[in-house]
């Protein structure tokens, strides 16, 4: 198993910046990909940006430029740094691993972390 728990989220004002950050505990050898969700009210979470254990990123088009991810393989951590915030990036902020075993890919989530930015 492995346990996600997220810090960092917020209330800033619009063209501000945070950082999101998410700790992994249990079984973090065989994490590969981690990655940043978001869900707004209303609406369906979608993915913000991924990162692999090798440090390949992609992003949503939205983010581009605005959004880095990044890692620390030694420290079971990943990273979200947000610049240039908009109000339509409020939303709750949901870290995910991804555990590869043999065939088999299991999802972990976290519990969330509400951004909230001011316009």
């Known amino acids: 198993q492995v346990q996600l728990v997220e810090s960092g989220g917020g209330l800033v004002q619009a063209g501000g910046s945070l950082r999101v950050s998410c700790a992994a505990s249990?079984?973090?050898?065989?994490?590969?990909?981690m990655a940043w969700y978001r869900q707004a009210p209303g609406k369906q979470r979608e993915l913000v940006a991924a990162i692999t254990r090798g440090g390949t990123t992609n992003y949503r088009d939205s983010v581009k430029s605005r959004f880095t991810i990044s890692r620390d393989n030694a420290k079971n951590t990943v990273y979200l740094q947000m610049n240039s915030l908009k109000p339509d990036d409020t939303a709750v902020y949901y870290c995910?691993?991804?555990?590869?075993?043999?065939?088999?890919?299991?999802?972990?989530w976290g519990q969330g972390t509400q951004v909230t930015v001011s316009s």
């Open positions: 249990g079984c973090t050898f065989s994490i590969n990909d």
């Open positions: 995910n691993a991804k555990r590869q075993i043999g065939a088999t890919t299991y999802n972990y």
